[in-house]
């Protein structure tokens, strides 16, 4: 897979060599989004040995990007682009800001090829159900009010907190990426990764592969579709891993999820696991979302999601992890690019392998979203 994989990439570097000469101009896009949250909160629990957590009261969270997307389209057909998003209001990307850098090579008949620092086939094909807040909970958004990651740690990217997996947690890792042309609504896409080191600057020969997981392989299978009034989408990831650890299987995660929409009512479930490899089961971890969503007539879209997931650790000092998530939201637009949400959210959080250490938080938040 890893040959066809640079076979692909090579024939695609081949057909940018041999193109004639455009007089084409490269189409300068930009973009982006801040999403601005305020919550009234009411937190307990023992988040970690020795804190006792009694939290309550308003708190501020603001999360975006700036998203720089420049491209051109050369007289054979074949678009050239570049996407890089930069962190408008943290570092989340790293000392440098810098999230996600990867270029794009793309036609109606070639299908698309990504090269760089992104997230896997796997996980951009993955389908779950609506949400109908930005701080949802089929991810770790909502751990910035209420820090459910000091009981669960080591889960971002995982089916513990979300069905939207990696390989043992990887995220925006250099790698080769190839979308076939939509089907009829079907498109499949596969993955390699030479490591599971963040390095969005550097080539993995500088990364020592025995102590870091490596040759990295992800398919995903999207379809979508409309049926009359009815909207059909499913998705389905596998990917696996060489392990770095002696005596470690190679770590795996599969998921699958779907949703469908009528009248204005979207229904949508998901399931993942992921396992880690590591000796007697420790880290294996699963998770569901069950959600559903009604657009009304108007400005409002109403909806109720749920997420539950599971750490199963059997080994020595290992400990069985769990995960709930409800969350009661709606959503208005106010125009162009403009929302205003509001949300009842309740997590619990419990290290079951640890006497005492659980986290119980409800949260009654707004946000006013910006997307341009």
Known sequence: MKKQLLCTSAIALGVAAAAPASAAEWNLDWGGFVNTHLAIGDLSGLATTGLDLDGEGLDIHQTGEIIFTPSITLDNGMTFGFQVQMEALNAAGGADGIDEA??????????????????????????????????????????????????????????????????????????????????????????????????ATTGSFGVDKNVTLSDIFDIGVNYSQSFGTTDVSFGARWGTGDTATAGNSDPETWGVGFQVGFNGISFGA????????????????????????????????????????????????????????????????????????????YVEADDEGTAGTDLEGTVLGTAINLSF
């Not at 998901?270 to 971890?285: C, F, I, L, T």
Request: glycine share 14%; no cysteine.
């Open 102 to 199: 990867y270029i794009t090579i793309s036609s109606d008949t070639f299908g698309q090829l990504d090269i760089g620092a992104e997230n896997s086939a796997g996980y951009k094909s993955m389908v779950a159900g609506p949400s109908t807040t930005s701080m949802f909970i089929n991810s770790p958004s909502i751990s910035a009010f209420i820090p459910f990651s000091a009981v669960l740690p080591g889960n971002f990217r995982q089916a513990a907190i979300s069905s939207y997996t990696e390989v043992a947690g990887n995220n925006d890792v250099q790698r080769i990426t190839y979308y076939t042309p939509s089907f009829n609504g079907l498109t499949v896409g596969v993955s390699y990764a030479p490591t599971g080191a963040t390095n």
């Open 270 to 345: 998901s399931y993942a696991e992921n396992d880690n490899g590591v000796a007697a089961g420790v880290g294996d971890q699963e998770g569901y979302s069950i959600g559903i969503a009604y657009d009304a007539p108007g400005p409002w879209t109403f909806g109720l999601e749920t997420y539950f997931g599971e750490y199963t650790g059997t080994g020595t000092g290992a400990a069985d992890e769990e995960y709930e998530a409800y969350q009661l939201g709606a959503s208005r637009s106010l125009g162009s690019g403009v929302t205003w949400q509001v949300h009842l959210t």
